[in-house]
């Protein structure tokens, strides 16, 4: 008896650390180009500057500078800093999966958004983030979403495929950009 009663308690304990497992266990879904700019209040090709880490709040941020080349949507000083949770100060490492890092000199495409703290942050982290690069061969600009290898879940056909934005034109994600822009706004006067 006393033995059916100890099985009984680990075969409800592993249900119930299965359970827990699997109630945290998380997919998100790819959020589509439109999707994106229409999230984003800021869209702007920009080149880093810098980045240094900074304590906030208990917190390490990594806060980095960029200089705007254009801005495709609202507004933004030409010089503006960006805020990602995460960072290295001293011998103290905060690392947060899905928020991109950036090099002096590498050139992007970011959605923007406020953050609640009054900084300014990347709509979806990775997903907002573009890496920009000229073809060696053909001197074409191209475009890259950060989350270009990673699978994401398609719910209706009921499994993973990648969904990401990868090495499209620069122009492309600009005239995608612009037209998901200007049609928000007819959306939004026919409301």
């Given amino acids: 008896m006393k033995h059916t009663h100890s099985c009984s308690l680990l075969v409800a304990s592993i249900l119930i650390f299965c359970t827990a497992v699997a109630l945290h266990a998380t997919t998100l879904a790819q959020l589509s180009l439109e999707q994106l700019t229409s999230a984003a209040t800021v869209i702007a090709r920009a080149r880093c500057t810098g980045s240094e880490s900074r304590w906030r709040d208990g917190e390490i941020w990594t806060v980095t500078s960029f200089r705007a080349e254009e ?16 960072g290295r100060s001293g011998s103290v490492t905060s690392y947060v999966p899905g928020t991109p890092h950036f090099q002096p000199g590498e050139e992007t495409v970011l959605f923007l958004e406020p953050a609640r703290s009054g900084t300014l942050s990347i709509t979806a982290w990775d997903e907002g983030t573009f890496r920009v690069r000229r073809d060696p061969l053909t001197d074409e600009v191209r475009v890259t979403q950060d989350t270009a290898s990673l699978p994401t ?26 037209a998901a822009t200007a049609g928000g706004a007819d959306q939004r006067r026919k409301e």
């Fill in 71 to 86: 801005i495709w949507k609202g507004n933004l000083p030409w010089e503006f800093e960006v805020w990602i949770l995460g």
């Fill in 153 to 178: 879940f398609d719910s209706i056909a009921r499994r993973f495929r990648a969904s990401s934005i990868r090495d499209w034109p620069l122009e492309k994600l600009k005239t995608r950009v612009q």
